[in-house]
Nanobody
Framework: QVQLVESGGGSVQAGGSLRLSCVVS?????????LGWFRQAPGKDHELVARIDRAGTTWYRDSVKDKFTISKDNAKRILYLQMNSLELEDTAMYYC?????????????????????WGQGTQVTVS
């Protein structure tokens, strides 16, 4: 079964940086996949922060596209989210999520329900 294990969260001062990692295991090679980072602030819904597909095409939420970078290491099977210039508004629980159905629809996926596998979450607190 596909498993995702996150790490890298913590507390950081405003303007600082963190790099989140998500180790993906149990995934067999297929014709496509969609990997994303979601976050949930207290009292808020999950929101898609960034997304990357098998080909490396990325998508960013407008509020983070100038400071966050999503990437993946295919050999190590790790998904990353480099977060720079962190602000108080970035405080949230961050989750990595995967859709391994393929089909070439990653470019339109933004809802949590479209991602079948989730990590446990890692807390990011900016002060």
């Amino acid at each position: 079964q596909v498993q995702l294990v996150e790490s890298g969260g913590g507390s950081v001062q405003a303007g600082g940086s963190l790099r989140l990692s998500c180790v993906v295991s149990g995934y067999a090679y297929s014709d496509g996949y969609c990997l994303g980072w979601f976050r949930q602030a207290p009292g808020k819904d999950h929101e898609l922060v960034a997304r990357i597909d098998r080909a490396g095409t990325t998508w960013y939420r407008d509020s983070v596209k100038d400071k966050f970078t999503i990437s993946k290491d295919n050999a190590k099977r790790i998904l990353y989210l480099q977060m720079n210039s962190l602000e108080l508004e970035d405080t949230a629980m961050y989750y990595c999520a995967a859709d391994i159905r393929g089909g070439g629809v990653c470019h339109v996926q933004r809802n949590p329900a479209e991602f079948g596998y989730w990590g446990q979450g890692t807390q990011v607190t900016v002060s």
